[in-house]
């Protein structure tokens, strides 16, 4: 809280918090456009839930630790709920991710759901962490889960369905967004494989969560920092160095190996998804929550400059742990933070006119349809209003000028730099002059008829 | 918080929010596609603030009685803040509403903004309230809002340009959604008036302000109630009662009042708008806020049963109070709650393939526009899973079974059930048959021309 002589001075957007003027506004519908227009062409669904929920379902998932990760929330009008809040344990919280959310709704209405289930889920999380780059306190996330999926004619490879889809969905909306394989890699491993090593080299099973968790810090900490945490988890002195140095190997690698090697269904898989180009196998890749349990992966720039763009697997055992019943399920999230930083490093955020014609749609063009002008006679004055109300109901984006100018130049010149596709200038009670800035040429056309004409051009 | 024994309870999304699942989601979005289109077609831009707000923000405009009406929120890492938190009083609420975030924001930039703004804001806001029919405690909201415009021709004419402008998207909205003049009402009064008139029946001015939340109260109160609030507030006994019995004024009534009566404009200005038939004066509309300064209106329903569906009005004092440059303003803000119940009473939220075709984006149908199946030999099951992709890739929405049935007639099925335009039956390694779904008719295509034939019948 501010101190009472602070009050004077402007109060501030909380830190961490984002204030979205207009031109902020169109790229962040941009990104989310793209995430929404990608989900919804892979045939998912889109879910929403609250945005605080009960404290015990984060705490179900990831013990009371994350308590003082998340932001509490609590009634004012509540006594109890104050009293509950001054212990830190808050009644509730703002989400910090969104899957605890989709465990709930999907375990109470398991029964009825299609198999599979393909929901999407794009809005805002909050993380009460020290903001830095790419990384926010309120930032936005695309989920994608395909859940579910017994009736399919092989169990086992039903679940493969689940993970490559979401894996191409997720290569879809890279592409959608001018991003190549040049510049990221969807980098794969595996739970059970890696599991499996930890074992041969001597990690005794109840150490496993905690050494994914370790492998999830590589990047993050210095070798030093790294071998003394082996230690202190008391983990044999180098079973993780082979994850730490272990190379990417490329799909066509893979291709390269003997028939019976097995993980050539990986490079076969991919290939058939059309996401070949795309995939490496990283063993370094580990995902630091405990609930995967078999293909993880993450997104990361090919340079490695930046966090990881998005980050999933497989978690067969999640949806049973919210009350559900057993159900095989595979899900990615990505935030806007990092995406966005990507995207603008590359130049590949649009800007101007091509912003607002990707945001367009059939009811309402970001570019303006028309700016309408009068000639400055009385006639044509008293006409300006009523042309502007009956183009915007007829879905057109109408404009007009709020200067007090009759300067038609200096007009047209607004018209132009508010991106607008014609200008029509009223002439008299009946007619107007229709400019296509776009094209440069006009026409004289009875008034009645300037909706139709720009409609048409579209 | 629950206690231990009800641990193994499922968890319940929280008492007055939501669960979307798909069903919900598509009515959700077809609201918010609703208001969104009608601000962009109106020359609005959007813009977006943080979920949660210093609690001061919201102290400045409605004073520290606000803080048992919303919900506090703190970081569960900071000790200060949950010491904070303790007291009721938190460093953080979640917002109640978005005009402090707006006021704060327009303050903030005020002299490189455009005259006059104009922004649109659709998003979520909290109220730590008991959720009633009508009334929940996450809500969504649509404010339109006008400021500024100093530059117009006549300072005092530019003050209308706004009132009527936000009027008219209002109506805009509403008719864009099936709703007429019948079903609703937009009930427009003015504050100076009021106050000059509670004036002359002795309402001393420090009274107006609860004279005006208790005119607010009206419908909700018995008149007995009302008589004892206005003794408690000291009230001259009969001061009110000309508001409390005020019958609606259509503008037919006004503009066949002599030239010379003050309010012959307002029937003029909503002709000349398009929505003289949705408008009446109203005296009986005071709106709570203390901020008005001039036109407030509420939109509802021509029964009178539910609560407002909208409302706001002229603000001219508020971006002061938020450290602005003086600016007049005005803009209303709807939610979605009432919004929703009135279109379902009414039957006017589409259902099905109508609902999905008005969601539909160039980038993206709601609708598949096709469902992929193969005939069930090798060669053909083969071929799915490439086509598909590709489909996708072209920007299509496709989809296949994840059944195991090869009975293509129930594929068909589902195909249809799922409101898909075409189902693309692979018959070879080279060619499909085309099924117009909608339509009936059949060809059969080379496989590479699926997605050019399905999508130049959009």
């Known amino acids: 809280m501010s101190p009472p002589e602070q009050r004077s001075q402007p109060i501030q957007a909380p830190k961490g918090t984002r204030d979205y003027y207009p031109a902020d506004m169109l790229r962040r519908r941009y990104i989310e456009k793209a995430w929404r227009d990608v ?92 903001p830095q780059r790419g990384r926010l306190r309120e930032f936005l996330q695309w989920n994608l889960d395909f859940l579910g999926g017994a009736d399919a004619v092989e169990p086992e490879s039903s679940h493969l369905v689940g993970d490559f889809e979401v894996l191409a969905c997720c290569v879809a909306l890279l592409e959608s967004l001018g991003l190549t394989s040049r510049d ?114 993450e997104v990361h720039e090919a340079s490695g400059a930046e966090r990881a763009i998005a980050g999933g697997g497989r978690y067969d055992n999640l949806i049973e742990l919210f009350g559900g019943p057993p159900t095989p399920a595979v899900g990615f999230g990505m935030g806007d933070v990092v995406l966005s930083l990507v995207l603008q490093d590359r130049g590949l955020m649009p800007e101007g006119k091509a912003l607002l014609d990707r945001l367009s749609e059939p009811g309402a063009s970001y570019r303006p349809d028309v700016f309408v002008i009068s000639n400055g006679t009385p006639e044509a004055d008293t006409r300006l209003r009523p ?32 991106g607008a596709r014609f200008a029509a200038i009223i002439e008299s009670a009946s007619e107007a002059t229709l400019k296509d800035l776009d094209g440069g040429t006009q026409e004289r056309v009875p008034i009645p008829e300037v909706g139709a004409r720009v409609a048409a051009s579209r």
């Open 387 to 418: 042309l502007v109300s009956a183009l915007r109901r007829g879905r057109l984006h109408a404009r007009h000028t709020y200067k007090a100018t009759k300067n038609i130049g200096k007009i047209l010149k607004e018209a132009s730099d508010a």
């Open 184 to 297: 990221l890699r969807i980098k794969i491993s595996f739970r059970k494989a890696v599991a499996k090593e930890l074992a041969r080299r001597g990690v005794q099973e109840d150490k496993h969560a905690a050494a994914f968790e370790l492998l999830d810090q590589l990047r993050k900490v210095t070798p030093q920092q790294f071998e003394d945490r082996v230690a202190e988890l008391g983990l044999p002195r180098d079973s993780l160095n082979a994850f730490r140095d272990a190379k990417p190997i490329p799909m066509g690698d893979l291709l390269a190996r003997p028939a019976n090697d097995p993980l050539n269904w990986l490079a076969a898989e991919t290939q058939q998804w059309g996401i070949f180009e795309w995939c490496e196998l990283d063993w370094s890749i580990a995902r630091g929550l405990a609930y995967y349990t078999g293909m993880v992966f």
């Open 39 to 130: 989900s919804v062409r892979h045939g998912f669904e889109e879910i929403d839930g609250p945005t605080f929920e009960a404290t015990d379902l984060y705490t179900v998932k990831s013990g009371e630790g994350i308590v003082s990760e998340i932001f509490g929330v609590f009634s004012g009008k509540d006594e109890e709920q104050v009293r509950a809040a001054g212990t830190g344990h808050a009644p509730f919280a703002l989400r910090p991710e969104f899957t605890p959310t989709l465990a709930r709704m999907y375990a109470a209405r398991a029964a009825q759901l299609p198999r599979p289930t393909k929901w999407f889920w794009q809005q805002n999380c909050f993380r009460a962490e020290r």
